[in-house]
């Protein structure tokens, strides 16, 4: 497979800038996802790897290959659209084949592909049926065979899976990841969904209003995210945050006035915070259930989720909003019940108030 390299890639409609000099190098055979809310970017840049965008500035790398000025058709690429995109008249077979025979393949050779296709998607029973008799995942299924097909240097997929029900992403979720383990083909994933980021991707790149935010491993992004932004987004449920007053700063530690007692944290060899207010964050799942006068929160279960293998409660602590925690899913508690919560130091995160960058 083969590698593509973004350096200083930009996007104006107009005169109107909508991707902000964007740098990012996919390995050969990588998983790389772009995430990000709804109009941060992400599917322009997808298209503009693809040519279907054309690109304001900067250089597009595909191989060892300047493609800015090639046509799709030129790109050797293959992209998977949200709608699937497929002939209504034609059936599976021929919408697979469909490329094939417009670039002069043999016949031998289109069905030898096509049948491998089918094999590989568990398609080999519905090769003679039309898009309008199948299921949503089967389309989906039919759309990645035709990419399959063309054997590409590179694959793109643009929210493949939004248009599925809970139940069917789980399933296809699992048949691209197995998909991509047998082809080690260099993807390039978009989604704004982050639970599907996680599980898929070898790398995360996080956008946000035209801007890469973070690049890294899912884990990596998640265990220390490098803005307040990256924080909230990755996660489910996302991270407590909330603006703390500073009470002393020294060259190593912080100690911060948290709504219900102080807070000794270590910031590494980082410099002091001039600043008299941070952003405090915590994931629900490190904190835990502890005596009053410990407690950083305290006040009143407001809400109680029980959701089979988790349960979460929203602790109306008086901060700016409910704090989430995560308890053990036979966890006996209820609405109403007053607690207080605290966690571990190492698994705090602190981030600037104003630039939103992370400080620890």
């Known amino acids: 497979m083969t590698a593509i390299s973004l350096k200083q890639i930009r996007k104006l409609y107009g005169t109107v800038p909508v991707i902000h ?3 990012i190098d996919v390995a050969s055979g990588e998983f790389l996802v772009l995430v990000g809310p709804s109009g941060c970017g992400k599917s322009t840049l997808l298209r503009m790897i693809a040519g279907l965008e054309e690109i304001s500035a900067g250089e597009l790398r595909i191989g060892d290959k300047v493609v800015n000025a090639l046509p799709p058709s030129d790109r050797d690429i293959a992209m998977v659209f949200q709608d699937y995109a497929l002939y209504p008249h034609m059936s599976v077979e021929e919408n697979m084949a469909f490329g094939l025979k417009m670039r002069g393949e043999t016949t031998n050779e289109i069905d030898t592909r096509v049948t491998g296709a089918a094999d590989i998607l568990k398609l080999q029973d519905y090769l003679e049926r039309r898009p309008a008799q199948l299921s949503g995942g089967q389309r989906q299924r039919v759309a990645m065979g035709r990419a399959i097909v063309r054997r590409p240097k590179a694959f793109l997929f643009d929210e493949p899976l ?32 982050q639970v599907e980021a996680m599980t898929l991707a070898d790398r995360i790149v996080v956008m946000n209003a035209g801007n890469v935010e973070q690049i890294g491993h899912p884990l990596d992004l998640y265990r220390k995210p490098a803005s307040l932004f990256v924080a909230r987004f990755i996660g489910s449920p996302t991270m407590n945050t909330l603006q703390v007053n500073v009470v002393e700063s020294t060259r190593n530690n912080f100690v911060l006035q948290l709504p219900a007692g102080k807070a000794v944290i270590d910031a590494g060899d980082g410099p002091a915070v001039a600043a008299k207010t941070v952003t405090f964050g915590i994931r629900p799942e490190d904190l835990t259930v502890c005596d009053a006068a410990q407690g950083w929160f305290s006040g009143e279960l407001a809400v109680v989720e029980r959701l089979g293998s988790q349960t979460f409660g929203y602790l109306d602590a008086g901060a700016e909003k409910l704090v989430t925690i995560e308890f053990p899913r036979s966890a006996e508690i209820r609405v109403g019940e007053r607690l207080s919560v605290k966690g571990d130091i190492a698994n705090v995160h602190l981030f600037e108030t104003d630039g939103a960058q992370r400080i620890n």
């Open 21 to 23: 000099g964007v740098n």
């Open 162 to 193: 939004s248009n599925l029900d809970a139940a069917l992403r789980v399933e296809m979720r699992l048949e691209i990841a197995k998909l991509h383990r047998r082809m080690q083909a260099t993807t390039v994933y978009v989604t704004h969904d």
